[in-house]
């Protein structure tokens, strides 16, 4: 068994997992101490070892960032945080894997994952005294992310759904998760201007002022011409 436990400064915050009295040390706990304290893993806090009042802990700094059940309280996980949470999971393995680490080290706990809110990305912790059946881990994760996923997106509940599913089926890979639907796409609204044209004359069209103001100048000199004609030939045949 081990205790967890966070542990803040004035400038820095801890997690905190010690080894309890009567756990069986196993023998590779030596070796991936030194993998992990020696070496920056993507994707993982970086690990260090102390000794108090007799006993190892080790201590995972994550200053600014939130554990993924505190970050998830009080708002809903969107289709994009939950791929981020499951690619970060399906890397952190590949990472155990090359740096010879056993899997169950992984710790997939949401109080244990840490959410970088600047990067938006995850980190784990890896611990050489952890040891929780990889299944059992990510079946909790996965039902935790099925409680609080955003069930108004359907591609939300696609990611959750599928990624319990593979977890259940003995699945770990996660590289083949739902694709989004192709969202469907409004139709094209054209503006009015580009069927802008130019009234046909006798079509009926309203006719713009200059050219109502260029009629009426028209008759009212045809009006002078014939008035003007009228009084010639009154005055000739006087």
């Known amino acids: 068994m081990v205790k967890i436990s966070v542990e803040r400064t004035m400038r820095d915050s801890f997690l905190i997992i010690e080894e309890q009295e009567g756990t069986e040390t196993q023998r590779d706990v030596h070796f991936e101490t030194q993998m992990l304290s020696g070496n920056r893993i993507a994707g993982m806090l970086e690990m260090q070892v102390r000794t108090v009042d007799g006993r190892v802990r080790y201590q995972y700094p994550f ?5 993924l059940k505190q970050k998830f309280e009080n708002e809903q996980m969107d289709a994009d945080a939950i791929r981020i949470v499951i690619e970060g999971v399906r890397n952190a393995y590949l990472r155990a894997e090359e740096y010879l680490l056993r ?18 990305s995850v980190s784990f912790c890896c611990c050489p005294v952890w040891d929780v059946p990889v299944k059992k881990g990510l079946q909790e994760l996965a039902e935790f ?7 108004a997106q359907e591609y939300a509940i696609d990611l959750s759904y599928g990624f319990y599913r593979k977890i259940m089926s003995g699945d770990y890979r ?34 713009s002022g200059r050219g109502a103001l260029g009629l009426l100048g028209f008759a009212a000199v045809f ?11 009154l005055l000739k045949f006087r």
């Open 103 to 120: 899997a169950e080290h992984v710790i997939v706990d949401p109080s244990c994952i840490f959410w970088d809110r600047d990067q938006n």
């Open 145 to 151: 992310m099925i409680s609080v996923t955003d069930h």
């Open 223 to 233: 009006a002078l011409v014939v008035c003007f004609t009228l009084c010639l030939l």
């Open 63 to 67: 200053t600014g960032k939130t554990a």
């Open 174 to 207: 996660f590289d083949d998760l739902p694709e989004r639907k192709a969202e469907q796409k409004p139709d094209k609204v054209v503006a009015q201007e580009e069927y802008a044209y130019e009234p046909v004359p006798g079509s009926g069209k309203k006719e």
